[in-house]
Each structure stands twice: as structure tokens, then as C-alpha cells.
């Protein structure tokens, strides 16, 4: 299949470990941010999501975690698993203008 | 319930060709966005709808891109006269619009295109 980034950061995580993957996001004034996960050869499938309102939220085995002061957001995924392979990017939003703005994104590779 | 399609999957021009792909987003969905995905690179921004009316397309790169979507639902991005910089995954994203409230986004699978 299509291979989604040749060059970008990576991270390899034993299988059954927690892994995290940091961002950093350039606009202060973003009050929406988001972590996609994309498989070689399909499109940005959403994870989870948090607002500026929040510096904390958490899913199933995924927590993201907003630290405004540093414009830095991660996404901690526990008890990894083999199909959390994949690249993973972050994504801001300001509010009133609809589009996303994508970071370069971190290859996630499951060492079995 | 059904996801966001587009089609075809994937298209090989000639450069100079004229390209057409299309997108049919959530039933219901109001907002419509394109991106372009370059290999190796995150997603970016082309251009957004809501229903039919056209709202941003500060992301066009030149005049040979053409979006529309002319009853709200379907969309399809045009490219006339390709050229290889074109060459790239084209994505399709679709939102609800509920007012006061960034909306999440959900992307198809992409159209790859390789213009030789």
C-alpha cells in the first residue's frame, strides 16, 4: 500500500507499553485541536479531541493532554497494540475559520 | 452509518490533462473541506463549503483548481492542465454545523494522484 510519510519522526513502542506523541502547535489563538491516526493508503481517521478550555481529556486507552502556556499537546496511548501502527498528526482550529491546520506528524511503529 | 467516499481511489494523468475527482460526504453533513497531501506531509487546506456556497478557498495553489458542489451534498474538485506538482493524496473532509461549535471533521480515504 501507499506509504503516508518517508521522513517523518518515528517512534517505536514495545508492544503492551504506553507510548506519547508530542506536538507543537504554532497559533496561539487555536481553541480546538485534534489527534488524527492515518494507515498507509486511507485517509485521517479522529482519535480524540480536546478545547482550549480543557488541558486534559481522555478516551479509550488515549488521553491528550493541552499545556497552552507552551503551545504543546500530546496524546498518550496506553497498553499499545499492533494496530496502533501508524503515522499520527495533530491538528488546530481556530475558532471562526473552519479549516484545520495539520503538524508534520509522527510515525508510530508496535514492536511485537 | 456510511463514511465519507471519494472517488476514483486513484487517477494517473498526462500532464496536461484535465482531472476530476469526487466527494460524497455524511448524509446530513453540511460542511465540506479538500485538502491536498503531499508524501511525507500532513494534510493541507485547498478549500471549504457550506451547503453550496463556497466560503474559503484561500488554499486553492493556482487557477487551474476548481471546487464545487452545487446542491450541498456532492462535491468535485477539478484540475485543468496537470502538472506533476499536482501529484499528491487529495482528501475530503466532512462536518456537521452546529453554531458556536468547531465541528469534528471526517476524512475519506483520498484519491491518489500521479500526473506523469
Known amino acids: 500500500g501507499e506509504s503516508v510519510g518517508l521522513h517523518l519522526p518515528t517512534l517505536s513502542v514495545q508492544e503492551g507499553d504506553n507510548s506519547i506523541i508530542n506536538c507543537a502547535y504554532s497559533?496561539?489563538?487555536?481553541?480546538?485541536f485534534i489527534w488524527y491516526k492515518q494507515e498507509s493508503g486511507k485517509g485521517p481517521q479522529f482519535i480524540i479531541d480536546?478545547?482550549?478550555?480543557?488541558d486534559k481529556r481522555q478516551g479509550q486507552r488515549v488521553t491528550v493532554l493541552l499545556n497552552k502556556t507552551v503551545k504543546h499537546l500530546s496524546l498518550q496511548i496506553a497498553a499499545t497494540q499492533p494496530g496502533d501502527s501508524a503515522v499520527y498528526f495533530c491538528?488546530?482550529?481556530?475558532?471562526?475559520?473552519?479549516?484545520?491546520?495539520f503538524g508534520t506528524g509522527t510515525r508510530l511503529t508496535i514492536i511485537p | 452509518g456510511a463514511g465519507v467516499s471519494q472517488s476514483p481511489r486513484y487517477k494517473v494523468a498526462k500532464r496536461g490533462q484535465d482531472v476530476a475527482l469526487r466527494c460524497d460526504p455524511i448524509?446530513?453533513?453540511?460542511?465540506l473541506f479538500w485538502y491536498q497531501q503531499a508524501l511525507g506531509q500532513g494534510p493541507e487546506f485547498l478549500t471549504y463549503?457550506?451547503?453550496?456556497?463556497?466560503?474559503?478557498k484561500s488554499g486553492l495553489p493556482s487557477d487551474r483548481f476548481f471546487a464545487e458542489r452545487p446542491e450541498g451534498s456532492v462535491s468535485t474538485l477539478k484540475i485543468q492542465r496537470t502538472q506533476q506538482e499536482d501529484s499528491a493524496v487529495y482528501l475530503c473532509?466532512?462536518?456537521?454545523?452546529?453554531?458556536?461549535?468547531?465541528?469534528?471533521?471526517?476524512f475519506g480515504p483520498g484519491t491518489r494522484l500521479t500526473v506523469l
Open positions: 480536546i478545547r482550549s478550555n480543557m
Open positions: 473532509a466532512s462536518s456537521l454545523l452546529r453554531t458556536g461549535f468547531t465541528d469534528t471533521q471526517y
Open positions: 497559533n496561539s489563538a487555536s481553541d480546538y
Open positions: 491538528a488546530e482550529n481556530m475558532e471562526g475559520n473552519e479549516k484545520l491546520t
Open positions: 463549503f457550506q451547503n453550496e456556497a463556497q466560503l474559503d
Open positions: 448524509s446530513g453533513h453540511v460542511s
